[in-house]
């Protein structure tokens, strides 16, 4: 069964701060998607990121960067030199190779605070 | 500017009513999603579509129905609301085939009382 993991619940940092956020992911699937989605107090769910099992590669948007590592299992999510406005809800999702379903972790609630 | 479109922002339903949640996207999207949204339980899908007049249940689907009856609207029925099912509402939608990510709406955050 999938199954996606984010140990943190709540993280706060001050402005500036590096940040990682956790994700672990379970599948018995070879092939399957990771996603990042951020969740701002306005409410809707954004889109921020979707990789394929066959691609490890590290990707960096600006001051977001994505840690991809079969071996472990995880799909980490950094944001440097953080701003206020990243403030949000970030969900992780998996969805194994032709599903249409995506499985989504609990969710870390990132503060940052001025 | 494509989107999906809840049809209510905040709701405050009596126990026993039936209540209705509508959910329409303009991205000609054939999959539909309803899930819920609870503190520490992250989504939790209710029910999916993957065409018109098509339902599948998901994880939780209990107290909870569906109907689409056009490809671009989506509702989700509570046929006699309960306090447990006071949560966040969102719905989002996807193109066929696997491995597209979700577009959502903003979220219906119901409260029964």
């Known amino acids: 069964a999938q199954k996606v993991t984010q140990a943190q619940t709540e993280i706060s940092v001050v402005e500036k701060e590096d940040v990682t956020l956790d994700c672990v992911y379970e599948t018995r699937d070879t092939t399957y998607y990771l996603f990042w989605y951020k969740q701002p107090p306005s409410g809707e769910l954004v889109f921020l990121i979707r990789r394929n099992s066959f691609d490890e590669q590290n990707e960096i948007s600006g001051r977001y960067s994505w840690n991809f590592q079969k071996s472990t299992s995880s799909f980490n999510f950094t944001i440097t030199a953080s701003q206020v406005v990243d403030s949000a809800v970030y969900f992780c999702?998996?969805?194994?190779?032709?599903?249409?379903?995506?499985?989504f972790g609990q969710g870390t609630r990132l503060t940052i605070n001025p | 500017d494509v989107k999906v479109t809840q049809s209510s922002r905040y709701l405050v339903k009596r126990t026993g009513e039936k209540v209705f949640l509508e959910c329409v996207q303009d991205?000609?999207?054939?999959?539909m999603f309803w899930y819920r949204q609870d503190p520490g339980l992250g989504l939790r899908l209710i029910y999916f579509s993957y065409d018109v007049k098509m339902k599948e249940k998901g994880d939780i689907p209990e107290g909870y129905s569906v109907s689409r009856e056009k490809k671009e609207r989506f509702s989700l029925i509570l046929e006699s609301a309960s306090t447990n099912q006071t949560s966040m509402y969102l719905c989002?939608?996807?193109?066929?085939?696997?491995?597209?990510?979700?577009?959502f709406g903003s979220g219906t955050r119901l409260t029964v009382v």
């Open positions: 989002a939608s996807s193109p066929a085939g696997g491995g597209y990510g979700y577009t």
């Open positions: 991205m000609d999207h054939e999959n």
């Open positions: 999702a998996l969805s194994d190779w032709g599903a249409q379903k995506l499985v």
